[in-house]
């Protein structure tokens, strides 16, 4: 080895490039000659949600690479899994750090809030990436002021934001594998029938706990009757491929036919070997979900606290809007609502017993000894 070929000793500040990194937040309070002290913690705080943003989009971009082949390896969908959970913590640590900015009092808020008029967080590049890459569609936006959202951004971080708008997202690519989903074919086995028995068999028995509940007024009885008619209704979107498909046209339902049955196999049969880490896949999907969820009523309290009723800084309606994208923006909600049509492990119908061998650890170590 020369010495040219020996490597100079890494420094922790040269590594992480600290120098930089401390040196670019400039107070705009400080520029107009108003020092506000709690502008720093406002800027802090919102840089480090843009570099948690960054790695979010760094691990969703892997998932989806993953995700975008035709055939994905078992032990992927373990990493998959392993990344969902690392994007999950993160997001826990987003919703704590509402808890440090409101250390900030609204009064020392309103010392620099005008000075950084029209910038706002719904500018977030990063923010609108990761909405896209995870799935979720124009038309589930919620509106801002009668505006394609891309109309808010700059020329260039609104090209970056429709390229990922006409990418493929995660919500498609987890559709398809689900469609690709090889169990589903039984042959001319009856599972589906014994499946809707089961679940007949089980709404009946609801309904006769309604019916003999003497707890329950004429009013109270009748108010819960109409809500089980409309569960034992929405079974059919699982059951009724004709059905499914007016609720998709209607929008009440997003996932295809074949993947909602895939899933629901998935969530009935997860104690299966080989279908345990496809549904910790579908149950960190639907935290990543609920978590974005979460972020965003944490949010709203929090503007609400500091600037009540008033617009946002960006000309949004604030709280109202901050509302609205946190009941409409849920993009994994299907696989939350499958739950709906779970029966117990006890009227679960019984697998084929092929089936059985192809679920199980044991399929692999037969087939590769070709017995």
């Known amino acids: 080895m020369t010495k040219k070929d020996v490597k100079k000793p890494e420094y922790y500040q040269d590594y992480l490039e600290l120098e930089k990194l401390l040196k670019i937040q400039h107070l705009n309070s400080d520029k ?71 250390t900030m009092t609204p009064m020392d808020f309103l010392d620099f809030r005008e000075f950084l008029v029209p910038a706002s967080g719904f500018q977030s590049k990063q923010f609108r990436l990761i909405e896209n890459k995870l799935g979720l569609l124009q038309d589930q936006r919620y509106t801002y002021g009668n505006a394609n959202y891309k109309s808010y951004l700059n020329k260039i971080d609104s090209n970056e ?5 006409d990418a493929d997202n995660l919500f498609e690519l987890m559709e398809k594998w689900l469609e690709r989903t090889p169990f589903l074919n039984w042959g001319k086995t009856s599972f589906w029938k014994e499946y809707e028995a089961a679940i007949n068999e089980m709404l009946s028995y609801d309904r006769s706990l309604i019916e003999n ?57 997860r104690d299966q070997p080989i279908l345990y880490n496809p549904y910790k896949l579908l149950t960190k999907l639907v935290d990543v979900d609920e978590l974005f969820t979460t972020w965003r009523h944490r949010h709203v309290l929090m503007v609400s606290r500091m600037i009540g009723k008033k617009i946002g800084t960006g000309g949004s309606t604030g709280t109202k809007y901050l509302n609205k994208t946190a009941e409409k923006h849920q993009i994994f909600k299907d696989i939350r609502e499958l739950t709906t049509f779970l029966i117990p492990r006890s009227t679960l119908p019984t697998l084929p017993s092929k089936i059985q061998d192809d679920l ?3 399929y692999h170590v037969r087939k590769k000894n070709g017995k």
């Open 32 to 102: 107009q000659g108003q020092h506000a002290h709690d502008e720093m913690l406002f800027i802090v705080i919102h840089q480090v949600y843009e570099l948690w943003f960054k790695q979010i989009l760094y691990e969703l971009d892997s998932i989806i690479n993953i995700f975008s082949n035709n055939e994905i390896n078992e032990s992927n969908i373990g990493l998959c899994v392993s990344r969902l959970d690392r994007i999950t913590e993160i997001q826990k640590i987003l919703i704590d750090q509402v808890s440090v900015l409101e």
């Open 161 to 165: 934001v429709q390229t990922s708008e």
């Open 213 to 269: 509940n003497e707890n329950y007024s004429d009013k109270e009885r009748k108010i819960h009757l109409k809500h089980h008619q409309s569960t034992a209704g929405s079974f059919g979107v699982v059951i009724d491929e004709k059905k499914h498909k007016r609720m998709v046209e209607n929008g009440e339902w997003r996932l295809s036919h074949q993947a909602t049955q895939a899933a629901l196999l998935i969530l009935l049969y």
């Open 360 to 362: 199980g650890f044991y």
